[in-house]
């Protein structure tokens, strides 16, 4: 039944009325149930997942939401002969299905949340190219109480007195316990807020190969000018190991420009803005080595030209 409701939902995007019934029937349902588990299909794979869960509701919308992975995975391939990707803030696999392209690719997924990882370890049960790891990422060792937040597919994880006990650790340390891993060529951080962080404790392992480094660039609950601080703050650091340049992207998938790690005053405006408008304004960035950012770039602009009509 949960699955029926969720496909009319998406069947109905198209009709006003007819989708704002099946939106809010599934809405009381989540709370009826207290959010049930279901199996829908996204990136050519059946997952479970919650119903409240919004990523199939966004790809029916949206026709750039969550591509970037898929033609990401076909450029790493082409260029080095395999995918091997850290997939921190795995969620329930939706990042790992985007990317799993060849029989071949490898991952490391990276969960936190027991609700998010107990679907995680469904979707990819007995995949010996999927390894899981219960664990959050930041730039140091600990162990702490969080209170976890979900909604709509999401979660967010805060410092309480009372709350769910979960290890933190560096990339950096997870990696030399998972030596199969050191060479990944790609790493994909979601982490609603400790996305900074993750890079912070993973800079030894990106200076060996400079992988491509998929992240978000939002503010969270980190203050405002923590905020425009550590993300400029970051992007230094990552041209202090070694990397060039950048992507900017939109949170609906549409390619917003190239930036150069050198020069700064551009983007910088864009987290004014970001900052200081009252519209929620979510951008990913995604930092590759110089002479494959560019190659990537030609590529990206000519998906966009192609699906918007627009001539080079």
Not at 216 to 224: I, K, S, T, W
Not at 259 to 282: E, G, P, V
Request: charged residues 25%; proline residues 3%.
């Amino acid at each position: 039944m949960f699955n029926f409701v969720y496909k009319l939902m998406l069947g109905s995007v198209k009709s006003r009325l007819s989708f704002h019934f099946w939106y809010h029937l599934k809405r009381f349902i989540v709370i009826l149930f207290k959010d049930p588990p279901c199996r829908m299909k996204v990136h050519d794979r059946t997952m479970s997942m919650p119903l409240s869960h919004a990523l199939p509701l966004s790809l029916a919308l949206y026709p750039f939401y969550d591509k970037l992975p898929c033609r990401l995975s076909d450029f790493i391939y082409q260029k080095y002969g395999n995918l091997k990707l850290i997939d921190v803030g795995a969620n329930i696999g939706d990042t790992v299905a985007a990317f799993y392209r060849r029989n071949d690719d490898k991952f490391l997924a990276i969960e936190p949340n027991p609700h998010f990882i107990s679907y995680l370890r469904k979707n990819f049960a007995d995949d010996s190219n999927v390894e899981i790891i219960s664990c959050m990422c930041s730039s140091g060792e600990s162990q702490d109480l969080y209170r976890i937040h979900e909604l709509s597919g999401t979660s967010s994880l805060q410092k309480a007195e009372k709350g769910t006990q979960i290890s933190s650790k560096t990339i950096d340390d997870l990696l030399n316990e998972n030596s199969a891993f050191l060479d990944f060529n790609v790493m994909k951080i979601d982490t609603d807020g400790y996305d900074l962080e993750v890079i912070a404790g993973s800079i030894n392992s990106l200076n060996k190969n400079l992988p491509a480094i998929l992240f978000e660039c939002e503010c969270f609950d980190n203050g405002d000018s923590n905020y425009y601080d550590d993300c400029i703050n970051t992007l230094y650091l990552l041209k202090d190991v070694g990397y060039d340049s950048f992507l900017l992207y939109d949170r609906f998938g549409y390619l917003m420009g190239y930036h150069s790690l050198n020069d700064l005053s551009h983007f910088k405006q864009i987290l004014m803005y970001q900052l200081s408008s009252n519209i929620l304004i979510n951008t990913d960035i995604l930092v590759m080595k110089k002479e494959d950012v560019e190659s990537f770039y030609a590529e990206e602009k000519s998906v966009f030209y192609k699906n918007t009509n627009l001539s080079e």
